[in-house]
């Protein structure tokens, strides 16, 4: 299966990724005086506005007025109008680390320390120069503002040097400070660079005069990225660290003025204030961009907007609502966030999990001791969710449950525990598995314990408990409520699934497994239950007849998640071993299988039918993936059980745009080309395809064409020329119809009469070849009047003779034998007989085969009723046995 085509779903695009380990640019649309930021996600540059995506994941990015580059192991590409790839430039041998635009040029330097200057235009080399690494290895680029043809690189030995590109010479070495340099910056200030060291000190030189004016030093470990906050009167030199923290150093009274602790989780990648501005652009390899704006006392920045997904991989998703357009995703981070499938601008963050909000606030991100555990389950629904909280979760390891609300997007007010574990938290108890009315009103929660509680939603307070003590003797693995609200099912580790009345909570029916279940799944609306299974196979068990209709077998790994799709015709499921199955729940077949690079933890199914979303181990994405049946011809015909599975890469961040035409054509021809048989088997009575009316009333013509009869006789119209022809002249005259000199004879041609036709010859043939397709073909395609004329005419009377009728009967005789056209032999006998009884009752040869006939046709309508008779009573005892 390719990605693009040929399976039943198709990569679309990847939503909640925003920002990498890459640093951002900065660029400056002359045309539409606006600034553009840049972002590397994956493969694609993000201009909001999304490039096309490059064949690896990005790994260096820089930008001019003009283009995007990017380049990912050894190649460099230039992205023009923030899209398509423009230029391509391959020349190094190993991985590109630093790029740096440079007029008509851009710069690269690989990790093996060569560095290439390239015509942007051309795509041709320009200079090439390697260094030593063991004395001068190359760690930062920089080209000072109004030094022409001139770049300042920065090592890891500490030292710098200053080129002259043009003509290929070091014009100066700098001896540094022996500590590696991180990162290099240009001043507001001409012939002032800022140095960015690794021990954290920051070295604010002159170059011309190989000067220090400054130094700083921040605690925090190396320096990541340095902005100047420049042309609105405040000299703010902003300077990021590793572990995520921002220092604003105040240039004319060279102190700190403030600092902002925690802005991003992870080391901050990129840094640049936009020129004119008080703003400052921050991202970081934990999945944020944001835009810090600084109109507040004392310095410090607040958040203006932000773009942000999981900064740890996602572990549960699920769609919101039916609409399609949410999905509500629980990560490693602790977050829960829903993103929208239509556009960025609705995503929601509901935040982290906290015993405590007003505590949690207070300590920070990183000293929160009150943060709860990530999420591993949740429930929600839309009804009620403006009244009161709409969303239940799970914690890893915690026994509390708490409620989210999507409409205030925050922590909801309950939090969901037995009440004999209110005052003291039991280490081994936890909560495992939970599920939520379809009406809003109801949370049920299974424990480790074997506990099932159900909780009021609006409230928070204990409805009761499912068995005396516990529901099962094993930890509880599945909880699913149906959707009117009668019956809650669990599932328990020891292998049980039990059934019990959501009201009374009373067991109301029990079955053992084969094996211990790993999850639950219900469809409400059609009533059908997935189980999967630590042997990895899934059963799927109707809760109407309380039987297992289905079972599957085929994943070699353990059965991470499930999703039905909207209808409840396919089960999809995702394993350990990559693979996302489809099965076909009426046919009881896998229909569709791909491979997929790292395994899919979660899985879910969008309402409307038209997106797949997955979410990956060691992935920040939740991917789309597009069904196929949709728009296109897709074959749902059941896999061979030796089908092997092709991987397929997961869609970027930008929607896949050209279908692969290929793949779909042969998709279609090859079920196009699938042409039933006339006959599927010997032994099996078939009718053939012709229309009723061809067969059905043909012992009925003569009544037909009574009614048919018209009342007078057609009046022959004046027939005139279609060019009427005129008299030559100067004036144009029509010429005077003749009439009466035509005449029309009124005697009948006999040697018309006695030609053959197509048919009488055939059969005439068939005597001697025993071959009676021939006929039976040409009388398939005559309709009723010219059959009856065609059997009339093989009688003696008719022009023709004993040995054609003889040939007719065997051609029936063949029709039964071969058991096809069934209602034709019927029909086109019955009408023979009509025809010609007296003809047939005088002749012995004819009477013979008639009688050999009659028996055959008995026979055969005997075996015939037999099977209608056993098929009928089968049927009436499904319709009103008592199941």
Request: aromatic letters at 8%; a neutral charge; hydrophobic letters at 40%.
């Amino acid at each position: 299966m390719a990605c693009e085509g040929g399976g039943l779903f198709a990569g679309f695009r990847v939503l909640g990724r925003f920002s990498g380990h890459v640093p951002h640019v900065l660029r400056y649309h002359g045309r539409h005086r606006e600034f553009y930021l840049a972002a590397a996600v994956g493969r694609s540059v993000h201009t909001y506005n999304v490039s096309n995506a490059l064949p690896q994941d990005i790994t260096c990015l820089a930008a001019d007025r003009m283009l995007i580059f990017a380049s990912y192991d050894n190649i460099l590409h230039a992205f023009a109008r923030n899209k398509e790839v423009v230029h391509t430039y391959g020349g190094h041998k190993a991985r590109i680390h630093l790029l740096q635009p440079f007029g008509d040029h851009v710069i690269s330097v690989d990790i093996d320390n060569v560095l290439i200057v390239w015509n942007i235009q051309s795509e041709e080399e320009y200079l090439q120069v390697g260094f030593d690494k063991a004395t001068f290895a190359v760690s930062a680029v920089l080209h000072p503002s109004t030094y022409l043809n001139k770049i300042l690189l920065g090592s890891e030995q500490g030292s710098l040097q200053l080129w002259n590109i043009r003509s290929n010479k070091l014009l100066y070495s700098f001896p540094g400070w022996h500590l590696a340099v991180t990162t290099l910056e240009q001043a507001p200030a001409v012939d002032v660079v800022a140095v960015g060291l690794v021990s954290g000190h920051i070295i604010v030189h002159n170059i011309k005069f190989d000067e220090t004016l400054m130094k700083f030093h921040q605690d925090w470990g190396p320096i990541t990225a340095i902005s100047f906050r420049t042309a609105d009167g405040h000299p703010v030199m902003a300077a990021g660290s590793s572990v995520g923290h921002i220092a604003l150093w105040d240039l004319e009274e060279k102190k700190l003025m403030c600092q902002m602790q925690d802005a991003h989780s992870t080391a901050i990648a990129g840094m640049s204030f936009v020129p004119g501005e008080p703003l400052l652009i921050t991202n970081g390899a934990d999945n944020a961009i944001r835009v810090w704006i600084f109109d507040g006392p004392g310095g410090t920045g607040r958040i203006l907007r932000s773009r942000m997904g999981h900064s740890a991989p996602p572990t549960k998703i699920r769609y919101h609502g039916q609409n399609g357009e949410q999905i509500l995703s629980a990560g490693q981070d602790g977050t829960l966030q829903s993103f929208s499938t239509v556009h960025e601008k609705f995503n929601k963050n509901l935040g982290r999990g906290s015993i405590n909000k007003k505590k949690s606030k207070k300590k920070g991100l990183k000293l929160d001791t009150m943060v709860l555990p990530p999420i591993t389950a949740f429930a929600s629904e839309v009804a009620h969710q403006s009244d009161w909280d709409n969303i239940v979760a799970c914690h890893q390891g915690y026994i509390t449950c708490t409620t989210w609300n999507y409409q205030k997007t925050s922590m909801g007010a309950h939090k969901l525990r037995p009440e004999e574990f209110s005052k003291h938290k039991p280490i081994d108890v936890y909560a495992t598995a939970v599920d939520m009315t379809s009406c809003g009103n109801f949370a049920v929660i299974g424990l480790s314990t074997g506990r099932v509680d159900v909780y009021n939603m609006q409230s928070g307070i204990h409805r009761g408990l499912y068995g005396k003590e516990r529901a099962h003797e094993g930890a509880i693995r599945g909880v699913a409520v149906d959707g009117l609200n009668q019956l809650v099912i669990t599932a328990g580790s020891e292998g049980l699934i039990k059934f019990w009345k959501f009201k009374t909570k009373h067991l109301v029916y029990s079955t053992e497994l084969s094996s211990s279940p790993s999850g639950l799944l219900l469809h409400r609306d059609s009533g059908i239950l997935g189980i999967a299974f630590d042997d990895f196979s899934i059963k799927v068990l109707d809760i109407e007849t309380r039987k297992i209709v289905r079972t599957f077998s085929g994943h070699h790994g353990r059965i991470n998640d499930m999703t039905f799709s909207p209808d409840g015709r396919w089960l999809i499921s995702s394993s350990m071993d990559c693979t996302i199955k489809t099965w076909d729940l009426p046919s009881g077949c896998l229909i569709d299988c791909f491979l997929v690079d790292s395994a899919a933890v979660s899985l879910t199914m969008s309402p409307t039918g038209d997106f797949l979303a997955s979410t990956h181990v060691d992935d920040l994405g939740i991917y789309l993936w597009s069904n196929r049946s949709l728009y296109s011809v897709v074959s749902l015909r059941p896999l061979p059980a030796d089908y092997e599975p092709s991987v397929v890469t997961c869609p970027s961040t930008c929607p896949v745009q050209d279908v692969d035409v290929t793949g779909d054509e042969e998709t279609c021809d090859e079920m196009i080309e699938y042409v039933s048989p006339e006959q599927l088997g010997e032994q099996l009575v078939t009718l053939s395809s012709l229309p009723e009316s061809r067969w059905k009333n043909l012992l009925s013509l003569d009544i037909i064409k009574k009614k048919n009869k018209p009342r007078e006789p057609p009046k022959v119209a004046k027939s005139a020329p279609f060019f009427i022809p005129t008299v030559p002249g100067l004036i144009p005259r029509y010429i005077a119809p003749e009439e009466g000199n035509v005449t029309q004879s009124k005697i009948v041609n006999l040697g018309v009469l006695a030609q053959k036709s197509d048919f009488y010859i055939h059969l005439e043939e068939a005597l001697s070849t025993n071959e009676y397709t021939a006929p039976l073909r040409l009388l398939k395609s005559l309709g009723p009047s010219n059959i009856e004329i065609e059997l009339r005419g093989l009688a003696p009377e008719g022009g023709g003779s004993m040995e054609v009728m003889l040939s007719f009967l065997r051609m029936i005789e063949m029709m039964l034998n071969k058991k096809y056209n069934f209602e034709l032999a019927q029909a086109y006998l019955a009408l023979f007989l009509k025809l010609h009884l007296k003809v047939l009752s005088s002749e012995p040869n004819l009477l013979e085969e008639v009688s050999r006939l009659s028996m055959q046709l008995e026979e055969t309508w005997i075996h015939l009723q037999t099977l209608f008779n056993q098929s009928l009573c089968v049927l009436t005892y499904v319709k009103s046995a008592l199941l």
